[in-house]
């Protein structure tokens, strides 16, 4: 069956006005689980970046003239050639991101969600007739796109999370130009081109430039780009929020987490270990909504444990792609070493190893933490990894000191028989996503998604949500007839 990236030139090449010859140097793109070369990918320059940005702002007025309907065709068509070729999709987000196919299926139908929200933004109302201020004038407050928006993506869930951005930009009139993660240019950057370009979106409206800081650095700045939507590290975000603020532009920041699961002692504790393991160890815990710290009510801490650490030691780790195992390789040595200095340190500072602690390669053994207190490593810092810490309160009140003493605040999750009692609880913790009886890592297109404090500057994705990002109000009035003023 031929394929989405057969027979177009884009090895060394970037998508910008068609494939173009790149002027950042070529990449080889690694699978992590077997270090094989997968690709060579095309890396942008600055220079790329301006040429990209000014292509676009020239597409774009064209785009946003263009009719409601004409805009939500292709959104459909982008996502009619993701369901048609999604076993190419899950192919590069197992091999290239080291996904266990599962999660690159779960991926896939999250970026079909948002292909088919943003598909129906286009046919929404797009503002309000207001009352008139005289008689005979008209005055209406309307939705228009930006202009061009910048986006700028990680390797972790490499394609929704381009995606997420790029198609209600689109949508909505905007034209984009995207810089995805080097280490998942494929995933997250060039089977994106490739689907917009199958789809028949204009020329110029889309550019996908892989890179690094650099190309990033000179995209936040871009005198031609009106928004930058990040999503990536709190401290990559602080600069990129620093840069788009001197430059003036719109800024959306999705940032890390490090996230709470609360276990009561009323929970099914069977349930609560399972979605303890599910929310800590999914994709090796490289997810900003893993379960980073389990907070557990101490008459039910010693049960918890046990069973989560059973659940650790049963899960298979290994090649995703040749083996049937449930975590894959961790992204890098970087990464591997950052989960494994915040282990050691959090065991040399008092806590116990349950489970795992142990890597071979990139494969990490999800690990349980016991005896974990607010003080440590494991607990302050996000971890990244498929590290579970446990800490131990005495009840409803502490767990909920416990888990708002971060600055983070992402997202947040409780287990408890009471589902009056969760609901209580969620008023009480600082996050911008709860989710009661379930574990944190959730996403829905047409939920509002973001996070407080280092975790985001509040703003969100989502049907509603997306036309606050991606578009601006504009008043406009009519009168019939001009009219003199007293001057
Ligand atoms: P990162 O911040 O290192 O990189 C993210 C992106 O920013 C990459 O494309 C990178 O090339 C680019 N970049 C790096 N320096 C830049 C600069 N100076 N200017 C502009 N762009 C620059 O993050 P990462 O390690 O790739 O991703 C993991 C982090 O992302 C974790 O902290 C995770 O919690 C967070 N994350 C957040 C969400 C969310 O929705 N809140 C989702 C996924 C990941």
Not at 249 to 276: M, Y
Request: glycine share 12%; with cysteine.
């Amino acid at each position: 069956m031929s394929e989405l990236l057969d027979g177009v030139p884009w090895r060394g090449a970037i998508y910008s006005g068609g494939w173009v010859p790149a002027h950042g140097g070529v990449l080889d793109s690694v699978e992590p689980a077997t270090g094989a070369v997968l690709a060579e990918v095309g890396l942008a320059d600055e220079a790329d970046v301006a040429a990209a940005t000014a292509r676009a702002a020239a597409a774009q007025p064209g785009w946003a003239a263009a009719i409601g309907p004409e805009r939500a065709a292709v959104l459909r068509r982008a996502a009619a050639v993701l369901s048609d070729n999604r076993a190419e999709f899950e192919r590069w987000l197992v091999r290239e991101g080291g996904a266990v196919p599962g999660k690159a299926a779960f991926e896939v139908d999250l970026a079909l969600g948002e292909l088919w929200e943003a598909a129906a933004l286009p046919t929404q109302p797009w503002g309000h007739l207001l009352p008139a201020s005289e008689p005979g004038r008209e005055s209406v407050a309307r939705r228009v796109p930006l202009g061009v928006v910048g986006v700028i993506s990680p390797w972790n869930f490499p394609l929704i999370l381009s995606i997420r951005a790029v198609a209600p930009a689109l949508a909505l009139g905007n034209a984009v130009v995207l810089k995805p993660d080097v280490q998942t240019a494929v995933s997250g950057g060039t089977l994106v081109a490739r689907l917009f370009e199958a789809a028949g979106l204009p020329d110029g409206l889309l550019h996908v430039l892989p890179g690094d800081a650099g190309p990033g650095a000179a995209l936040t700045v871009d005198p031609h780009v009106a928004m930058i939507a990040f999503t990536g590290s709190t401290a990559v975000g602080r600069e990129v929020g620093a840069a788009a603020g001197r430059a003036l532009k719109r800024v959306s920041l999705e940032l890390g987490g490090n996230n709470a699961l609360i276990v009561l002692d009323d929970a099914d504790l069977d349930v609560a270990s399972s979605a303890g393991a599910w929310g800590a160890f999914l994709h090796q815990g490289q997810v900003c909504m893993t379960a980073g710290r389990h907070i557990v009510l101490e008459s039910v801490a010693e049960e918890y444990l046990g069973r989560l650490a059973k659940r650790a030691q049963g899960l298979p780790v290994g090649d995703p792609y040749t083996g049937q195992v449930a975590l894959g390789p961790l992204i890098n040595e970087r990464q591997r070493d950052h989960v494994d200095r915040i282990v050691r340190e959090t065991v040399a500072a008092g806590a116990e190893v349950r489970a795992g602690g142990t890597h071979e390669g990139l494969f990490y053994r999800p690990t349980v933490l016991a005896d974990v207190t607010p003080s440590m490593p494991a607990f302050r810092e996000e971890i990244f990894g498929p590290v579970a810490p446990v800490v131990v309160v005495r009840d409803e009140d502490e767990a909920v000191a416990v888990a708002n003493d971060t600055a983070y605040g992402l997202v947040a999750a409780v287990q408890t028989g009471s589902p009056e009692r969760g609901r209580e609880l969620a008023g009480r913790l600082r996050t911008g996503i709860v989710h009661i009886n379930d574990q944190t890592l959730n996403n829905d297109a047409y939920a509002p998604f973001g996070g407080t404090g280092v975790s985001g500057n509040g703003s969100r994705f989502g049907t509603q949500s997306s036309w606050d990002e991606f578009t601006q109000w504009q008043w406009v009035t009519f009168r019939e007839q001009a009219h003199a003023f007293p001057f």
